[in-house]
């Protein structure tokens, strides 16, 4: 299983940017997905995850109600989409997929099996 992320780039602080993971695999259908964020001299925290079916999502607290996180099982894809950005957003974004087809949407690293090679976000003021 292979996660390719894109996306990424620099806008200014109010702006918008929409990340794509594509997952080559057969269960991507099967699989919970997430957003993970490393900014520099930082640990890697949890930003956004959708369960296999896209029915159950969870943010952090500081991305409630700017980002969405959504998928597309046909086309193996996952998104995020990142409005109201602000220069604390600044990060890697990693996005993650794990092997659990759950019925509630995973927060820890340590929970996901497979990882992207990150797209750089970029948020000026």
């Known amino acids: 299983v292979q996660l390719q992320a894109s996306g990424g780039g620099l806008t200014q602080a109010g702006g918008s940017l929409r990340l794509s993971c594509v997952v080559s695999?057969?269960?991507?259908?099967?699989?919970?997905m997430a957003w993970f964020r490393q900014a520099p001299g930082k640990e890697r925290e949890f930003v956004a995850c959708?369960?296999?079916?896209?029915?159950?999502?969870d943010y952090r607290d500081s991305v409630k109600g700017r980002f969405t996180v959504s998928r597309d099982n046909a086309k193996k894809t996952g998104y995020l989409q990142m409005n109201t950005l602000k220069p604390e957003d600044t990060a890697v974004y990693y996005c993650?997929?794990?092997?659990?087809?759950?019925?509630?949407?995973?927060?820890?690293?340590?929970?996901?099996?497979?990882w992207g090679q990150g797209t750089q976000v970029t948020v000026s003021s």
């Open positions: 959708t369960n296999w079916s896209g029915r159950m999502t």
């Open positions: 695999g057969p269960t991507f259908s099967a699989s919970g």
């Open positions: 993650a997929a794990n092997r659990w087809r759950d019925s509630v949407c995973r927060i820890n690293t340590y929970e996901y099996d497979y």
